[in-house]
């Protein structure tokens, strides 16, 4: 298992919330980590991602100025904070090992899908 992904649930428009991904210590010699998401029927999309050199982030611009990608220094345990949540945010979310540029985004570099983890489920509704 390489990521562990927490934090989900229900909240109403507005709100926030913060994920959590613990990451196998295998996975932080990738160029980068990044958070996905997947709504029902559609293709994971990538949310933000992080280099695990420099610290240098990407975000979408579908949740620029919302989302914060952080991780603890002191674990291997890398964050995204949501805030001002839309219910256009409701997916399960998942951490990967990836790469990014602002040609192409955040892109997952999971050869198939089975390297997903369980992911979190987020929903955004009132």
């Known amino acids: 298992v390489q990521f562990v992904e927490s934090g989900g649930g229900l909240v109403q428009p507005g709100g926030s919330l913060r994920l959590s991904c613990e990451a196998s210590e295998s996975t932080l010699h990738a160029y980068a980590i990044g958070w996905f998401r997947q709504a029902p029927g559609k293709d994971y999309e990538g949310v933000s991602c992080?280099?695990?050199?420099?610290?240098?982030?990407f975000y979408a611009d579908s949740v620029k100025g919302r989302f914060t990608i952080s991780k603890d220094n002191t674990k291997s345990t890398f964050y995204l904070q949501m805030n001002d949540l839309k219910p256009d945010d409701t997916a399960t979310y998942y951490c990967?090992?990836?790469?990014?540029?602002?040609?192409?985004?955040?892109?997952?570099?999971?050869?198939?899908?089975?390297?997903w983890g369980q992911g979190t489920r987020v929903t955004v509704s009132s």
């Open positions: 990967s090992t990836a790469y990014f540029n602002d040609a192409y985004g955040c892109i997952s570099t999971f050869l198939t899908d089975d390297y």
């Open positions: 992080a280099a695990t050199a420099d610290g240098t982030k």
